[in-house]
């Protein structure tokens, strides 16, 4: 007993802050390194790393004539966002860092929001979607990712155009926070556009068979099936769908074909399928820090060796987002200034046109619709910065 | 006719449901180890599966031995210098021991093969008999023949060799079997081998009919367990009942109820048939039981 | 002897309670959780260690707890301390109800019945959108006050809990409860045959258990301020509180609170230090303990360390 006491206090004496250099500021991240989110928390360190690295290049954060070098210290929460809200107090009460960069994740960043708010720490995110996160009144958390609800919009206002018209849509998604609000947020706005809703279905989290969905969806022969889950409901989805045969005119998700894995994973079956993207490579925005997209595009290439997601870029954009905050703050320890200087933000960044509402969110982002043609994601939507026209109706299985 | 497509999707399903178990059951009927990790261990199987096609672009169908025997190699020796190690202690020990297993595994694979979802997609993937209005698509009609040969197979193995009657025996009275000169160290390797080469088969044909990654590993595991207390404990034909059972119920319920309480119906059926007929549906006394 | 081990104690918990006075939010946080996952080992443990009942999917009572502190707080706009008895009960209930068939089922049946009866009300709740917010999970109101009071109020709540399950738990040790529920771990025909009644007393100690594991969901609950069905009924909490019963010795009643003081402070400490391997290496530590500490680290080491006892477990339980 006595030693145990002994052994705890030793362990409670372990821990001991980081201290920062004065020319430098310190940024601090509780990412998912590990477990269900590792790809995602992974890809979006990648984005910061990035674009650590080249503001660094650059000299750093030019605050008046002096400029700092960017540090950011990386805790991991292994995918459980209690843990994150744990590792963010850390980062906040023992490194004394006040500049938090988001996790990924609705979950992760509604838990740790609320330490940051608590402490008036303030937090960019690029990784999470979810509208309830800015339904709490928090002053000091901002998302450059388009809610949820509006996901599908930019499809759905898309295809109203084509000929033949397509008059019905099916919709069916998993059963989480952030899938069922895109699903509210689809349903909505097919609503709005005129458009049948002739499915309306959830299925279980993580699901592995889909059959009896797409046999029901096959009965009701919608022209449009919209897929709000995730990346493995998503090639479940498709691969049944050829399988029974289901020929809808537009096959699209919310989550899936924007990922390179897509068409590694489903090969010719990935053609022509929709989805909607956050960010894609080949918009052509101008960036105050990488000059513009195509060169952050160019530059994630050089070092990973692979082209970017929108998590890597959405990771990147947050930081360039602080950055150019901070910048125009003038300070890096008056967190007031700073987010003042969050909330007039406006300015085009390697994401697109940036500008925040009052609760933080992004405004009038939108999200870019794209089409996998000949095993590659292309830009098909808005006309703006398409690549290519879109597909419609969708070629029958093959 | 929605209806009978549905059955007809739930048998194709069970199928690989039976797969799933079948190993699993064998292993927990015979050496009384509930194998935590199976569902990692089949996911191994479907990386196999996954790199041989990525790489030499080699038919999944065909790389099938190659999974099967990796597992079954895996498992004998997980079995012999690790399980058998402490194959006495109170059983949940052994339980947390194969958890142990399973969580290394996981996080062996999330690092090496990162977690990102795979899958398997050949070029026939997606081509189906048509019969009416039913359709039957050729790589679920493939899994499942390969589980109805499987299947028989094993029972044939089991019932007509010499180590497969020692195996047997073994799960019956392991004292008595080993004064009839039966090594149980060797025969709890094999069998549990036998259960690991099985979830390596079923991992590499799930690569073919989903996407996966190694977070789904305790979803396959908890498949398995359904399926072994539905058929009934160490049997392999209980195991070929209980997939075709789960598939089924899984499918109608889906129909009927909704799909987002498949999982729900399929676990309280479970706790069900434990309540009803611990036992299984073929149930009868297998050492594992007798012994605790 | 028994004394000693108090007085001890003692200062262990007047250390506990003097603490947030002088470390940092974080480390609040993380002894709040270490207390949280004592409180659940230690209640758990009344049917795990005392009574042999591998009750693997205890976890469940965790996330029933949770919500029913979540849905009377937000749909009924209950107090947040009122809700804690109605997450007792409620575990209470659930256990006694399923306890009459779930019991009579022994060693792995029994562990995954539970794993199953988890599994199932999870799904039950992801399904009842209208009560529980389904998948889209349920924010409980957010407590007001400053940040720091906010830790300390949950730092003592989650204490205070702990405190409660080890006097539960000593007392149950201590009552007649306590004798049937060593004898039918030792042997449940013979303590049949002796006349005790053991469908009654495994049932009551699962309830107790239940109610224990109960609270801690309902505090937990309020202390995250979201759930969802995957963040409260999670099977790796079963699996921590399993390796930290075995570690610290599931027959006594502050082994299980030991065995979670240590795991949960090495995994904040050094395994920050592992980031990309540490899930390998939790697996590879619960291997070890099965391999060579399956009675607990004070148990295998009682009056000393040595070689010899480590490997005694591979010794009596080789094929």
Redo the contacts between chains.
């Keep these: 007993m006595k030693k145990v006491v002994l052994a705890f206090l030793a362990l409670l004496l372990l821990s001991y802050g980081a201290k920062a250099h004065a020319d430098e500021i310190v940024f601090g991240a509780a990412l998912s390194l590990t477990g269900k989110l590792a790809k995602e928390g992974n890809l979006v360190k990648s984005g910061y790393e990035l674009w650590k690295e080249m503001v660094n290049k650059k000299g750093g954060i030019k605050i008046g004539n002096k400029k700092y070098k960017v540090n950011i210290k990386y805790y991991d929460d292994e995918s459980d966002p209690n843990r994150g809200a744990k590792l963010v107090e850390k980062l906040i009460t023992e490194d004394k860092i006040k500049l938090i960069l988001g996790p990924y994740g609705s979950e992760s960043v509604f838990a740790t929001s609320a330490i940051t708010e608590k402490y008036g720490a303030l937090m960019v995110q690029g990784g999470a979607a979810a509208d309830k996160l800015y339904t709490r009144g928090f002053k000091n958390l901002f998302g450059i990712y388009t809610v949820a609800t509006e996901y599908m919009d930019d499809i759905l206002e898309m295809l109203r155009n084509k000929s033949p018209k397509p008059a019905t849509v099916a919709i069916i998604y998993s059963n989480d926070l952030f899938s069922a609000q895109v699903a509210q947020g689809a349903k909505k706005s097919a609503e709005k556009y005129g458009y049948n809703v002739v499915l309306y279905k959830d299925y279980p989290k993580g699901t592995q068979d889909l059959s009896t969905v797409i046999v029901e969806i096959k009965g009701k022969n919608p022209d449009i099936i919209l897929g709000c889950g995730h990346f493995q409901d998503t090639i479940v989805i498709v691969k049944q769908s050829k399988d029974y045969k289901v020929n809808p005119k537009a096959l699209a998700f919310s989550v899936g074909p924007a990922l390179p894995d897509f068409v590694d994973s489903l090969k010719s079956d990935a053609e022509n399928v929709l989805g909607a993207a956050q960010w894609t490579t080949t918009l052509k925005y101008k960036d105050p820090v990488f000059g513009s997209n195509t060169e952050f595009v160019k530059a994630y290439k050089a070092k990973y060796k692979e082209d970017p997601a929108y998590h890597a870029a959405g990771g990147a954009a947050a930081g360039v987002i602080f950055q150019r905050a901070i910048e125009k703050a003038g300070t890096k320890d008056d967190i007031a200034k700073i987010r003042t200087a969050l909330s007039n933000y406006s300015e085009e960044t390697l994401y697109g046109k940036i500008k925040f509402d009052q609760t933080g969110k992004v405004v009038g982002k939108g999200m870019a619709v794209i089409q996998i043609q000949n095993r590659s994601q292309r830009t098909v939507y808005p006309e703006a910065v398409a690549e290519s026209k879109a597909v419609y109706p969708k070629p029958a299985w093959k | 006719m929605i209806i009978l497509q549905i059955l007809v999707n739930g048998f194709l399903l069970g199928g690989f449901y039976t797969l799933i178990g079948v190993g699993f059951t064998l292993v927990w009927g015979v050496t009384n180890i509930i194998n935590l990790a199976h569902g990692a261990i089949a996911l191994l199987g479907a990386y196999i599966t996954y790199f041989i096609f990525q790489y030499w672009h080699l038919d999944p169908f065909v790389t099938l031995p190659v999974s099967f025997l990796s597992m079954f190699l895996f498992g004998y020796v997980l079995q012999r210098y690790l399980m058998n190690l402490v194959v006495k202690a109170q059983i949940f020990m052994l339980l947390i021991l194969t958890f142990g297993l399973e969580i290394f595994l996981v996080n062996f694979m999330t690092t090496f093969f990162s977690a990102d979802f795979k899958s398997v997609t050949p070029d026939y993937a997606g081509s189906s008999l048509v019969l009416g209005d039913i359709v039957i698509p050729y790589i679920r009609l493939g899994v499942f023949a390969i589980c109805v040969i499987v299947t028989l197979l094993m029972s044939f193995f089991l019932d007509r060799t010499w180590t497969g009657k020692a195996i047997k025996a073994t799960s019956l009275d392991i004292e008595a079997a080993m004064m009839s000169g039966i090594n149980p160290a060797k025969i709890y390797a094999l069998t549990f081998a036998f259960g690991s080469g099985l979830a390596g088969l079923s991992g590499s044909l799930l690569s073919l009919t989903q996407a996966f990654s190694p977070n789904i590993a305790g979803g396959l595991t908890l498949r398995a367990f359904i399926v072994s207390i539905l058929g009934g404990l160490g049997r392999i034909e209980g195991a070929f009942l209980g997939g075709l059972v789960l598939g089924v119920v899984e499918t109608m319920s889906s129909y009927v109820i909704g799909e987002s309480y498949k999982n729900a119906i399929a676990f309280g059926l479970m706790v069900l048939m434990l309540i009803i007929k611990p036992s299984g549906l073929l149930g009868r006394k297998y050492y594992a039981e007798v012994k605790h | 002897m028994l004394i000693k ?1 108090l007085f ?2 003692l ?2 918990l007047l ?1 506990l309670v003097f603490l947030p006075f002088v ?5 609040l ?2 002894l709040t ?1 270490t207390f949280l996952f004592a409180a659940i080992a230690t209640g758990s443990n009344i049917i795990i260690g005392y009574t042999g009942y ?1 009750a ?1 999917g205890n976890i469940a009572f965790f996330g029933v707890g949770a919500y029913v502190t979540g849905v009377l707080m937000t749909k009924y706009e209950m107090g947040f301390l009122a809700t804690l008895p109605f997450s007792a009960l409620a575990g209470i209930i659930l256990a006694s109800i399923l306890g009459i ?2 019991l009579r ?5 029994f ?3 539970t ?3 988890m ?2 009300i999870r ?2 709740v ?2 009842m959108t209208e009560l529980t917010g ?4 349920l ?1 409980l109101p ?1 407590m007001q006050g400053e ?1 720091e009071f ?1 830790y300390k109020y949950f730092y003592f709540a989650m204490l205070i809990c702990l405190v409660f399950a080890l006097l539960i738990s000593f007392v149950v040790s201590k009552i007649k409860l306590g004798y049937a529920l060593k004898a039918i771990r030792v042997d449940e025909d013979a303590a049949s045959v002796m006349g005790i009644n053991t469908p009654l007393y495994k049932t009551a100690a699962w309830a107790v258990s239940a109610a224990i594991v109960g609270v801690c969901g309902g505090i937990y609950a309020y202390w ?3 759930i ?1 069905p ?2 409260v009924f999670v ?1 790796t909490y079963s ?1 921590k509180m ?2 930290m019963i ?1 570690l610290g010795g599931g027959t006594t009643v502050i082994g299980p609170m ?1 065995g979670a ?2 795991l949960e ?2 995994s ?2 050094v395994w ?1 230090k592992f ?6 290496v ?6 070890f ?3 060579f500490l ?1 009675k607990g680290l004070f148990e295998t080491f009682k009056g000393g360390f040595s070689f010899k006892k480590l490997f005694s ?2 010794r ?4």
């Design positions: 081990k001890l104690f200062i262990f250390i470390i940092s939010g974080y480390w946080r993380v959780q591998p693997f068939p779930i089922l022994k060693g792995h049946y562990a995954i019945a794993v199953g009866i599994e199932t799904e039950l992801d399904n389904g998948g889209l999970g924010t957010i940040p906010i995250l301020s979201y969802d995957h963040t099977g699996v399993f390796a075995l030991l003081f240590i402070l090495i904040e400490v920050s980031i990309a391997i540490h899930g390998m939790l697996g590879l530590l619960i291997i303990i099965i391999l399956p477990n591979l009596e339980n080789k094929l």
